[in-house]
């Protein structure tokens, strides 16, 4: 097993990017703690971790300097909650294609003062119903979330679901689904078990029928997030899509005149 050493960060590349920021890159060494970066002694605005075999973001050191961090192509699965404590000053985190599965997960996340820049695209809770308007309503600080700008409407919107009583007991609804202390296999495992066998097979049948790589994503996504093809609830809220069907119904209007 590799490890995050002393040496191995010595021996990392180092260089300073189109930004002008230094940049650290310990991409695709395959360690799966984080661990020793005390030994950087907070010389860099930019750590590079992608493609690693991380489980779990922590064990960072108190990080003044650091703005952004990736972390994208790992495994990670949970999130320390005292990671705001350790990287006071993080305005951008790259988490994209982990295995992050409940929308509570990203509840640590909230208490970064800075955070302006995150994408989850590819992880298991981008799958779930108002995956946005929560993430959205969680870190108020956000201004751009998987690559795509926050806007007002959607903030009012995701302002709208989750405040007031019913709001309330949505959110209880959805910490409930994390079991605190607990295994996140043990607790995937409880979730499809409770999938009838019926649904589970319509998944894997819409996966082999899938014409591209994206669509056998999404699907596997909606799978571990026991999101059923063909079964939906109550219309999730999205205020970009409501707007792009207005101006397309603008235009036709002004084309039949």
Known sequence: MVRLTADVIAEAAQLVNPCRERELNLRSYKFSVVENLGATLDQFDTINM?????????NF???????????????????SPDVAQSLPNLEELVLNNNEIKDLADIDPLAELPNLEYLSLLGCPMCAITNYRLYVIFKLKTVR???????????????????????????????????????????HQKRKENEMPAADREKIKAAILQAKTLEEVEMLQQQ??????????????VNPEVEEEEDEEEEEGEKMQE
């Open 223 to 236: 799978l571990q997030a026991g999101v059923i093809p063909g079964k939906r609830g109550k219309k999730a």
């Open 50 to 58: 992608n493609d690693n075999d991380i489980k779990k973001l922590e």
């Open 144 to 186: 751009v979330l998987d690559y795509r700008r926050v806007k007002k409407s959607e903030r009012e919107a995701a302002n709208k679901m989750f405040s007031g009583s019913k709001g309330d007991k949505l959110l209880k609804e959805i910490a409930n689904t994390f079991v605190p202390g607990g295994e996140l296999d043990d």
């Open 61 to 79: 050191p108190y990080f003044q300097r650091l703005k952004i961090l990736y972390v994208a192509n790992n495994r990670i699965r949970k999130i």
